[in-house]
């Protein structure tokens, strides 16, 4: 083999390392040290989307209670997902929440609009926009 070819499959091998396996292995790290240091009594969200407190931890399951009727569900630690109530983090969500409540007071003159776009000319005259033409 060319010393260069070789050279270009250490430096391929060294960016799949940095980029890929490294990131991954800090990851699975710290979610493990999350699961470790859960206690009776925190707030935690799992990997489904179920939210709730912990009433007992044992050794590879933990008890959480998800509701005030105290219904208790009994998981495995690797379903946790994060501490705390976690919420969406998707742009398009936020966006999405920020433009309905600032679009709310415009809703009744957007009504107001297309009330007047849908009458007929009153001339008796058909227009382009007119949808019987």
């Known amino acids: 083999m060319d010393p260069t070819t070789i050279m270009m499959l250490v430096v391929l091998i060294g960016v799949f390392y940095f ?3 490294r990131p991954e292995n800090k990851r699975k790290k710290s979610a493990q040290q999350l699961r470790d240091s859960l206690k009776k009594g925190d707030k935690l969200t799992t990997i489904g989307g179920i ?6 931890v044992n050794e590879d399951t933990i008890i959480i209670e998800t509701s ?9 630690k690797w379903a946790v997902s994060t501490t705390g109530v976690q ?6 969500t936020k966006q999405k929440q920020e433009s309905k ?3 709310e007071p415009a809703a009744p003159a957007a ?3 297309s009330a007047e776009i849908e009458q007929p000319a009153g ?4 227009k382009s926009w007119d949808p019987e033409v």
């Open 19 to 21: 980029m890929i396996i």
């Open 51 to 56: 939210v709730g407190s912990i009433v007992q």
């Open 68 to 76: 005030e009727d105290r219904v208790r569900v009994e998981i495995t």
């Open 87 to 92: 919420t969406s983090t998707d742009p398009k």
């Open 101 to 103: 409540s600032a679009e």
């Open 111 to 113: 009504e107001e609009q």
């Open 123 to 126: 001339d008796g005259e058909k």
